[in-house]
């Protein structure tokens, strides 16, 4: 069975600092991560994705994450937090092969301080 | 890119009464389609998978009575939630599959409040 654990369920951040979101996998086969970024009554946008090839993703508004087999981890990261950044961020996990379904963390919310 | 429309954004309906939420893939087709049950400060619960011209396949504990999903096109699923109770109050979102790797696409999601 396939998990995906995001640890801290609120992250607080001054603006300009550094972001970092966790997330953890459980899998007997590394599976296909992502993170999206949620707004209020809104659905869900990619920020980035692994499948294979290189364990750094870079993704949209300045986000990237790395894929570490060794920790079973893809934390999301972003140099310096904007007031715009603030969201529900969620880390996702399926199964290599097409249209498996995603599995969920539980989100963290991100806050940013001026 | 990939865009799927969901709606409506927001309904509200009396207890008793059935709601159709529509999601559209606008741009591809798409083979596989997902619906989800979100709760307050709460992460994505999978309600079901559908996939064009079959029956859905509906995950543990949803009741398939209650919460009818039809995907009769590659283009459009629906989902009905029948005899609505103020306990399905919930935001669901509606995600299609083009088949490809990172192929998710969700749409905006549709605010259900049952009175």
Partial sequence: ?114 | GAVVSQHPSRVICKSGTSVKIECRSLDFQATTMFWYRQFPKQSLMLMATSNEGSKATYEQGVEKDKFLINHASLTLSTLTVTSAHPEDSSFYICSASTGEVDGYTFGSGTRLTVV
């Fill in chain 1, 1 to 114: 069975a396939q998990s995906v654990t995001q640890l801290g369920s609120h992250v607080s951040v001054s603006e300009g600092a550094l972001v970092l979101l966790r997330c953890n996998y459980s899998s007997s086969v590394p599976p296909y991560l992502f993170w999206y970024v949620q707004y209020p009554n809104q659905g869900l946008q990619l920020l980035l994705k692994y499948t294979t090839g290189a364990t750094l993703v870079k993704g949209i508004n300045g986000f990237e994450a790395e894929f570490k087999k060794s920790e079973t981890s893809f934390h999301l990261t972003k140099p310096s937090a904007h007031m715009s950044d603030a969201a529900e961020y969620f880390c996702a996990g399926r199964r290599p092969g097409t249209a498996s379904k995603l599995t969920f963390g539980t989100g963290t919310r991100l806050q940013v301080m001026l």
